[in-house]
């Protein structure tokens, strides 16, 4: 029995191809033999103290952990790590200072 409110086809594809195989969607402007290029930037792993202290500033400006691990291009997990005060102790009171100042 069909269950309201599911749609009948996976939006993550746009159409099946003559091989019976589903398409992925593309992009505007995109063709199947544009190539795919990665991204191989290396990412951060660790936050420096001035960063974490930077992290608090953000999050009281409204950032979301997200967003703030976005701009840093590293794991929100690190983030979450700053803000429960696991890693860079001090670095609230630090930029609690800076804040008020």
Do not use: C
């Not at 269950?3 to 091989?19: A, D, E, M, V, Y």
């Not at 995109?30 to 202290?53: G, H, Y």
């Not at 976005?70 to 001090?90: C, K, M």
């Amino acid at each position: 029995m069909k269950k309201p409110g599911i749609p009948l086809q996976n939006t993550r594809f746009r159409s099946w191809s003559s091989t019976g195989a589903l398409r992925p969607k593309l992009k505007e402007n995109q063709s199947m033999n544009t190539p795919i290029t990665q991204d191989n930037t290396p990412r951060k792993t660790k936050f420096t103290f001035e960063e974490a202290v930077d992290v608090w500033l953000r999050r009281w400006d409204g950032q979301i952990i997200q967003e703030i691990a976005f701009a840093y291009r590293i794991n929100w997990g690190r983030v979450s790590q700053v803000l429960n005060e696991e890693t860079h102790i001090g670095s609230k009171q630090v930029a609690a200072s800076r804040r008020s100042a």
